[in-house]
């Protein structure tokens, strides 16, 4: 990453009292063929404690204006700040730039949809690339009122944080006033961004904001259909307003949109969201827009929120998708108020939003929707990433310490998410969820339109629940790495007669030794007529090493399983011991609640990944049950794991072996779904996303299964684009001659997602050529974020290391340079993406710590710690397997 703004430099800034911005964009040249170039005016007024040398954030191509306090100031501008004096008291600058669209998903992206040629932008600044569309104090803290205003193409919608306030047509005559202050008191010249408006353009302009942080602000334009226009009624004798409600899409786009599905859980979300935090939605209408190739699930801009369209099906969505799909709705929903209302001071609190959003993303799903499962998926999907996350040698608190905003950007990572999620869950049950709710209400009433820290938050939780909770916020939010939680069965002749929990844990791998409180549930189970029926239940509360609990006389007179975390309270990894381990993996499908069976699978899981069980054993428990596994979530993340265990921990040895076990598997399961179900689509997926079988009795049969599943010859299976274009890359990493069905698939699919498809087709083609065309494509300069996660994906898919091989120098090499030449998105999936798993962990080691050695950037650091951390513990695991 090229430009870095350090605590440091905020710190100093922070003293300001930032008033407004009225920022103008000329979006007019932007559907012309091959614009890479915008230009935008922004006026900042604010107020300093004293005359101080300091700088506007501004990423961009040039700076040709910079005005202050009414006069001309020479251009200081280094690409990424323009520098200034500014005086005592008063200050007024502007800045007038051009800027760079964006083709890496950071700040104003530009996209040209391939089924009709259309251009889309979208903006994405979340933690500061807002100074890659307008100069400003790219900081948190600094909340402003914002008064933007946009040139772009008449038949072009344009979305911002607040309703359009006019419209006005433009003309190369006559311009209306921009704003940039010439040197006489009140007079305004016509910005240099608009002279050169033509007919067929308009400038809308929006209501200003409410005080909110620059990472917020958003501006979508391009021809969106709006596909869902509706109205919120609030309560009005709770202080509530009407909410004008908006869905909007892609033209190309727009029929694959769940208008009613999008309507119901916004109108469920508003409605339950004012209940439990008793504060009017501030930011007037609530706009969603579906963008293309985006790096995030979704964005929490105030009154527009963004979404990815990986969330739009252009077949019939599996219950899976949609329950996904309402999850970050309410998720970004409960930003609304927890990022947006009040908003971290520094990206050290981070959590104060997102893990907060998280937790409430799967509380409001479950409550409020039809999907009373959700806290299922958040176990075994979300939680599953904080426990990986906070195994690696990274790992940091919740609570972290953040130096500058490229660490930020590192810590949106599933310790900052999940894990501070999974906290807030057993925070809720340790206090109440009264106690919760009264004290996020506390803190809204208190910080609303400023910024707060974990400070504020615990005064107000302490308050509500009416006891200290810092030593808790110590144990849970100031440490890292997991609690390992156990149990011990003490046995009479009636039965269980008692049992201890044991719980240990270290501040970070070999750090020093942490326990927590934990409030939990013990639930006994036993084998009767082959299933797991349930004995008993019983709630705890634990905080020692050991804490020992008696059971009443005969409520037990047996038990096969102990469950330590049934209902998934509270955050720890369960140890299950070799007899409970191999129960749970004959008998884990016939439990009866799927929150039960998704806490069994997490616990053979943390089993796996700790060299604990065999991956075969994990695999073949996992096909076993997948035929009769009835939660969606389950099913599609057990299936991905099952996978991943196959590539990441089978010796060598045994691969072609496991990998044939792994096609068996899902065919025969494919065969025993009910055609036209939703998991028949969730095996069929999956079957479609095997890694290369590898030389074995079953490779015949799956490439002969994945041709039918292309050519949509599978009862019942509705050959769906992403499903085939799916299947054709595995088949054409196998060898097959796919160029007609991909040149006929593409007439059915000119979409942009097609595209990206056939970009990952060219690089999964089994042949050196191949294999260097997209190496440069993902390398190089010119790909769109998409195509280079695409062209990574297809080059590492072969079984074939040979044709790796000659990239593992290239990759070290390209370590050199890749922080510095591409953005942190773009680094992330090259550094990740290609990271050379193909070769021995030896050869790695080598490698990646000469790599640290040279004093790489934080945050390639981090990742290759990471990525070396990843592969030692896949081979203790073969090692332990062999």
């Known amino acids: 990453m090229t430009y870095n703004l350090s605590r440091l430099d905020a710190a100093a800034r922070s003293a300001f009292t930032v008033h407004s911005y009225d920022v103008h964009v000329d979006l007019t040249g932007a559907a012309t063929q091959n614009a890479t170039t915008f230009t935008t005016t922004s006026r900042v007024r604010f107020d300093a404690p004293e005359a101080t040398r300091t700088f506007l954030d501004c990423v961009g191509q040039s700076v040709e204006r910079v005005v202050v306090n009414g006069a001309e100031s020479a251009i200081e501008f280094d690409g990424s700040r323009v520098f200034f004096t500014a005086a005592a008291g008063e200050n007024d600058v502007t800045v007038s730039s051009t800027m760079v669209f964006s083709r890496t998903g950071e700040g104003l992206h530009r996209y040209v949809d391939p089924a009709d040629s ?151 979300g508003l409605t339950l969201l004012h209940e439990r935090f008793a504060f009017p939605y501030p930011w007037g209408k609530y706009d969603q827009i579906f963008v293309p190739e985006y790096n995030l699930g979704a964005m929490e801009n105030p009154g527009c929120v963004t979404f990815t369209e990986s969330f739009l099906a252009k077949t019939k969505a599996t219950r899976n998708l949609s329950q996904q799909l309402a999850n970050v709705v309410m998720h970004e929903m409960t930003h609304m108020w927890f990022g947006d209302l009040v908003t971290p001071q520094w990206w050290d609190d981070l959590w104060l939003k997102e893990s907060f959003a998280d937790f409430m993303g799967s509380y409001a799903t479950a409550t409020a929707t039809e999907f009373t499962d959700e806290w299922t998926s958040f176990c075994f999907g979300r939680k599953a990433w904080a426990y990986v996350q906070d195994s690696y040698p990274t790992t940091h608190p919740i609570l972290a310490d953040i130096p500058d905003v490229e660490a930020a950007s590192q810590n949106f990572d599933g310790i900052t998410y999940a894990k501070g999620a999974s906290v807030l869950r057993q925070l809720v049950a340790y206090v109440g969820e009264e106690a919760f709710f009264a004290a996020a209400r506390a803190f809204f009433a208190e910080r609303a339109f400023g910024t707060a820290t974990l400070k504020d938050f615990l005064d107000a939780l302490s308050a509500a629940s009416g006891r200290d909770m810092s030593a808790w916020a110590q144990a849970w939010l100031a440490t890292s790495s997991p609690s390992a939680l156990s149990v011990e069965l003490e046995s009479d002749a009636a039965g269980v007669a008692a049992f201890t929990v044991h719980q240990s844990g270290t501040d970070g791998p070999g750090g020093a030794p942490v326990l927590r409180p934990h409030r939990l549930r013990v639930e006994f189970f036993a084998v009767d007529d082959a299933a797991l029926v349930s004995l008993y239940q019983h709630d705890a509360v634990i905080e020692a090493a050991a804490t020992r609990f008696e059971l009443p006389a005969g409520a037990v007179p047996r038990a096969d399983l102990v469950l330590v975390n049934s209902g998934d309270l509270t955050y720890g990894l369960v140890h299950l011991d070799a007899e409970a381990a191999q129960v749970a993996l004959e008998y884990v499908g016939t439990l009866a609640d799927s929150l039960d069976r998704a806490v069994v699978w997490s616990a053979l899981l943390a089993s796996l990944r700790d060299a604990l069980l065999p991956a075969r054993d994990f695999v073949k428990a996992v096909l076993r049950h997948a035929p009769g596994e009835a939660d969606a979530a389950l099913l599609s993340t057990l299936l991905r794991e099952a996978r991943a265990a196959v590539e990441r921990f089978v010796p060598t040895a045994q691969l072609d072996n496991a990998r044939g076990e792994l096609v068996r598997g899902h065919l025969d399961a494919l065969a025993a779904t009910v055609p036209g179900s939703d998991s028949q689509e969730l095996v069929a997926k999956s079957l479609a996303a095997i890694h290369a079988p590898g ?130 998105a773009i680094s992330r999936w090259l550094i990740n993406g290609l990271y050379p798993r193909w070769e021995e962990y030896a050869d790695n080691e080598r490698a990646t710590n000469e790599a640290l050695a040279k004093d790489p950037a934080a945050g390639l650091r981090r990742l290759l710690i990471e990525r070396l951390d990843e592969v030692a513990r896949n081979e203790r695991a073969r090692q332990a397997a062999r």
Request: aromatic content about 8%; proline content about 6%; charged content about 20%.
């Open 118 to 268: 259309a251009v889309y932008l979208y903006t994405q600044f979340e933690p500061t690339d807002s100074r890659r569309l307008y100069a400003n104090f790219d900081q948190p803290d600094l909340k402003a009122v914002f008064r933007l205003s946009v040139d772009a193409p008449t038949e072009w919608t344009v979305l911002s944080n607040q309703p359009v306030a006019d419209v006005v047509p433009l003309t190369a005559a006559e311009v209306p006033a921009a704003v940039i202050p010439t040197s006489e008191e009140g007079a305004h010249a016509p910005a240099p961004a608009t002279l050169g408006a033509l007919a067929g353009n308009v400038r809308t302009t929006f209501h200003p904001t409410p005080r909110v942080s620059t990472y917020l602000t958003v501006l979508c334009a391009g021809p969106y259909q709006r596909v869902v226009t509706s109205r919120w009624e609030g309560n009005a004798e709770r202080g509530e307003k009407d909410i004008d409600l908006g869905v909007y899409a892609r033209a190309s786009m727009a029929p694959y949109v769940d208008a009613e599905l999008m309507e119901t859980v916004t109108r469920q």
């Open 695 to 824: 030389e074995n009795p079953v490779r015949e049969e799956y490439v002969e299964r994945l041709w039918q599943v292309a050519r949509g010859q599978v009862e019942g299976l509705a050959a769906s684009p992403e499903l085939v274009w799916q299947a054709l890359i595995n088949l054409t990493s196998l060898g097959e001659d796919t160029a007609e069905a991909v040149k006929a698939h593409a007439l059915v699919d000119p979409s942009g997602d097609g595209v990206t498809a056939q970009v990952e087709i060219e690089a999964a083609c089994p042949s050196a050529a191949a294999k260097d065309a997209a190496w440069a494509l993902a390398t190089g300069a010119e790909a769109s974020n998409d195509h280079v996660a695409a062209a990574v994906m297809g080059l590492v898919r072969t079984a074939d290391k040979g044709l790796l091989a000659p990239f593992t120098a290239r990759y070290y090499e390209l370590l050199d340079t890749v922080w510095q030449d591409h953005s942190i």
